[in-house]
């Protein structure tokens, strides 16, 4: 079985969890994992790792993410979205141009945001989503994330809808951002469907279904380093190729090393994931893919 990436299209209703049991079942192996959960109620692209690649998930998670939202006016609710429970209403009503300007505005750059209280968001080892369906007391804690782009598409006045595009972050709620939006200008607002349409190098005019993956098999697996171009490459010399697959660090005078992962070559060949040591200079082998 290969090692690598599959770029999966998770249909609405399915969640990521099962997304992965789909994969497995489809490709006939045990091995598998997803990176950045995708709501169950959403569509669109969800990394999933097959084989060794799962070891390099945390770094595909960690990549620009890019979306199409609609957000409706006129209710909040528990979860951010339309299949939640109304908790405030108000006036259906779509703000006029310039008021919705300034609330993009506000929300776009580095923003601070607070999670829906259903969401996997972790309080105290436990996710927030279960401890909200067993009545507990729920306080999450709000966090920084980047929107890079936040464009309004479309407006629809009979709907009260807005179409959205979306860039951002990793950790970035889509639900949070549209209840936020209608917030800053003085409207009520959910979310009223959502397709992820990017992370990273995945894509969604790439992304495989369901079905598709059942025919297509081991082809539909891609090679992880083609999924990696968001960090930063280092070319190892060929000498010390041994060195870094058996997991000891290498000298580095290129002062233009960044901290941080670094995606490590030799030549063509994925060697694995690297990170550059100020104290010593050198690049520390962080995890080893090439066998």
């Given amino acids: 079985m290969k090692d690598g990436f599959v770029n999966f299209l998770k249909p609405p209703g399915m969640s990521s969890h099962d997304a992965v049991g789909c994969v497995r079942r489809a490709l006939g192996l045990k091995k598998a994992g997803h990176a950045g959960t995708l709501d169950p109620g959403a569509a669109g692209v969800l ?3 097959v084989g060794r690649a799962t070891r390099l998930l945390e770094y595909v998670g960690g990549a ?5 939202a609609e957000l409706r006016f006129g209710v909040e609710t528990d979860s ?6 109304i908790v405030t209403q ?3 009503v779509i703000p006029d141009d310039e008021t919705l300007m300034r609330a993009v505005r506000s929300l776009t750059g580095e923003i601070s945001q607070t999670p829906p209280i259903f969401s996997a968001v972790k309080i105290g080892g436990r996710r927030a989503c279960d401890l909200a369906r067993q009545n507990a007391e729920v306080e999450i804690p709000s ?9 309004i598409l479309a407006r629809n006045e009979r709907e009260k809808t807005l179409l959205l595009d979306i860039d951002c972050s990793k950790g970035t709620y889509i639900r949070s951002l549209c209840r936020d939006l209608g917030r800053a200008a003085g409207v009520r607002a959910t979310m009223a469907f959502l397709v992820r349409s990017r992370v990273g190098a995945f894509m969604l005019e790439n992304a495989h279904t369901p079905e598709e993956l059942k025919t297509m098999g081991e082809t539909a697996v891609e090679q992880p380093q083609d999924y990696l171009g968001h960090l930063p490459r280092y070319d190892l010399p060929e000498a010390r190729v041994k060195a870094f697959l058996n997991g000891l660090s290498t000298h580095v005078d290129d002062a233009s090393c960044t901290s941080g992962p670094l995606a490590v070559f030799s030549g063509e060949a994925f060697l694995g994931i690297g990170r ?3 104290m010593s200079s050198s690049l520390v082998p962080e ?3 090439k066998s």
């Fill in 143 to 151: 966090r920084l994330v980047t929107v890079y782009r936040l464009e």
């Fill in 90 to 92: 108000g006036d259906a």
């Fill in 47 to 49: 990394p999933i790792a």
């Fill in 64 to 68: 620009r993410k890019s979306y199409r």
């Fill in 287 to 289: 995890k080893v893919y």
């Fill in 276 to 278: 550059y040591d100020e």
């Fill in 80 to 85: 951010g979205d339309d299949l939640g429970e």
